[in-house]
């Protein structure tokens, strides 16, 4: 089951449809998840984990349904909303399949691999065919697809994915193949990002190598190796994509246009604010916010996270996105205390974890340490990019709730239930 559910992965980040248009008109990703929930629905090992976090997916989804009944154009709005309930669905697949940390890894494992054929794909069209999009006075980088294929967002997705590939290297996957294709994807990775000419992704990534260092105990080392690392990035770096670079940091270093760019984001912010303001508890709308301007011409995107939830959902969107975010972040800083404490770092004098616990334990870790990280990539990106109905939150939820089903499974067999019962969960059905 976990492999049809890896399938759909591929379908969803890869969207060979989008990139082959013949395969578009068949529909295949529709038709493949409606015989993916026949199939589950007939399978009898599925499981539901009650959360909080489930209930604060509905809430927002909620909020978008009649946010779209009271909008300005419904028809985007429902565009908007419907692609949001497919990510529920999917959501609430991976809970009801993935039945162990060993699948979970493996899911894991099976994004990242799934990234790698995507921005290696993109790449090869970049540098061997010329495939690219001119913006900014420069040759910029692209995915394959429509959907998440411009340079910034393209960008976006690959550094909220270096997280994952980070706590995959540091929990040492024991497959050789395995390891050479994470460390392979890390350098396809690094230089994508580079050509995509995208200043957010740049800094992003950057912020990620940041919150690298503040979690390692050797930050001199690591300091060292980051700046070794940046400056034979920036050796090799062309010319043009350098001063691109340099104008995220240095007021004149960018071309005209890009300072305006970088002027949309914050005029982004300031008009979902307004829009909010006359539209207080809805918004005006999913999907909507290239009605909502005052001052430019319908069509541009709010390039703001904040910008877009403000405007499109209202306060009603604002609260139940900011309590999702919340639920997801205290999920995974519970599975890190409790992965913590059943390794008996907690205590010297615990008694020691056997080989199996111990790998489980530092795997959830890991995973949960890196699913904390991409939140706050995802939340400083928003400043630059509308990275609203994104499916990275909601994979990142579930995989928070199902960490800590899986902890508590072990705090259970240990005879140490009593150590989660402010978790906020219930026994599953």
Sequence with gaps: MLWLVIGYLFLFVFRPFEYWPVLGEFRIERIYMLCLLVILFLWRRRRYIAHPINNSIIFFL?????????SFSWTDAYKATFDYFKLVVFYFVILLTIRDERQLKLFIIAYLAVMFLYVGKSAWEFFLHDRYTWRMGIKRLGGIDTSYGDPNA?????????PFLWAMLKYKVRNPLVRKMLWTYGIVAGVSIVFTGSRSGMVTTLLFFMLVLFGTSRKITGVTLLLV??????????????????????KGAASKDAEVS??????GLKQ???????NPLLGIGPGNFKYGWDDRPIGMSAHNLYGELLGETGGAGFLAFFILVVLIVKTHRKVAE???????????????????????ARLLQLVSTASVQAIILLLFNGNFGHNLYRYNWLWIGAIGVLSLHFLKDEFDKA???RTLKKTGFARHG
């Design 62 to 70: 909620i909020v978008l349904v009649v946010s779209s009944v009271l």
């Design 154 to 162: 393209f960008a976006a997705s690959i550094a909220y994915s270096l």
């Design 229 to 250: 690392l940046l400056a034979f990035v920036w050796n090799f770096m062309p010319l043009e994509y350098q001063s691109r670079f340099k104008s995220a940091f240095v």
């Design 262 to 267: 970088a002027q949309g984001r914050l005029a």
């Design 272 to 278: 979902g604010i307004k829009m909010f303001s006359n």
């Design 338 to 360: 409790k992965a913590h404490e059943l390794l008996g770092s907690a205590s010297p004098h615990s008694p020691p974890v056997l080989p199996a616990k111990a790998d489980k």
């Design 415 to 417: 005879g140490a239930p």
